[in-house]
T-cell receptor, first 117, second 111 residues
Framework: DVKVTQSSRYLVKRTGEKVFLECVQD?????MFWYRQDPGLGLRLIYF???????EKGDIPEGYSVSREKKERFSLILESASTNQTSMYLC????????????????FGPGTRLTVL | GDSVTQMEGPVTLSEEAFLTINCTYT??????LFWYVQYPGEGLQLLLK?????DKGSNKGFEATYRKETTSFHLEKGSVQVSDSAVYFC??????????FGTGTRLKVLA
């Protein structure tokens, strides 16, 4: 069974703290993604990675950075957490099909609900 | 840019009622289309998908048909159950890597 795991289900941090969210997938997928989910806004892409050490900005990268040192692991870093980063963070992975338009499914982790006080 | 529009919720139905959740997408490229479901406190799970025009995706009694002429991918189920209460997301691919999601439709089924 395919699996994407996230390091924490719930996290509470203080403003200004550096926060690490970890994601691990066991499907040997090339592509990994970080989204944040907010009521009424759906899922918004923060960053994605299509290979080890490769990353691309998504729609809302400000205030975030990412790291992908190993194929199975993709980390989201909040350099200095702020209250407006309180949200649900979802990690996902997918296979690279090599097609101009992907046909593969994205597989999601259970999410990390982050509260910044 | 590419986008997905789905009906606003919440949708409240009685058990065994017929469900339709509308979804339309921008007609750029040749996207694959997906419906995902999110149960409370969990991540998104794939419900069904279709990769080309006229394909029908189906799973657990849910169905959706890829309609290129109307740029739609509406989700249907003939008889909903209380256990179907969740948030449903329509999504399309956008190029080699990216996926675009709708804002989600919350479904509540009453016994």
């Amino acid at each position: 069974d395919v699996k994407v795991t996230q390091s924490s289900r719930y996290l509470v941090k203080r403003t200004g703290e550096k926060v690490f969210l970890e994601c691990v997938q066991d499907m040997d997928h090339e592509n990994m993604f970080w989204y944040r989910q907010d009521p009424g806004l759906g899922l918004r892409l923060i960053y994605f990675s299509y290979d080890v050490k490769m990353k691309e900005k998504g729609d809302i990268p400000e205030g975030y950075s990412v790291s992908r040192e190993k194929k199975e692991r993709f980390s989201l870093i909040l350099e200095s957490a702020s209250t407006n980063q309180t949200s649900m963070y979802l990690c996902a992975s997918s296979l690279w099909t090599g097609q101009r338009e992907s046909t593969d499914t994205q597989y999601f982790g259970p999410g990390t609900r982050l509260t910044v006080l | 840019g590419d986008s997905v529009t789905q009906m606003e919720g919440p949708v409240t139905l009685s058990e065994e009622a017929f469900l339709t959740i509308n979804c339309t997408y921008t007609a750029t490229g040749y996207p694959s289309l997906f419906w995902y479901v999110q149960y409370p406190g969990e991540g998104l799970q794939l419900l069904l998908k279709a990769t080309k025009a006229d394909d029908k995706g189906s799973n657990k009694g849910f169905e959706a048909t890829y309609r290129k002429e109307t740029t739609s991918f509406h989700l249907e189920k003939g008889s909903v159950q209380v256990s179907d209460s969740a948030v449903y997301f329509c999504a399309r691919t956008s190029g080699t890597y990216k996926y675009i999601f709708g804002t989600g439709t919350r479904l509540k089924v009453l016994a």
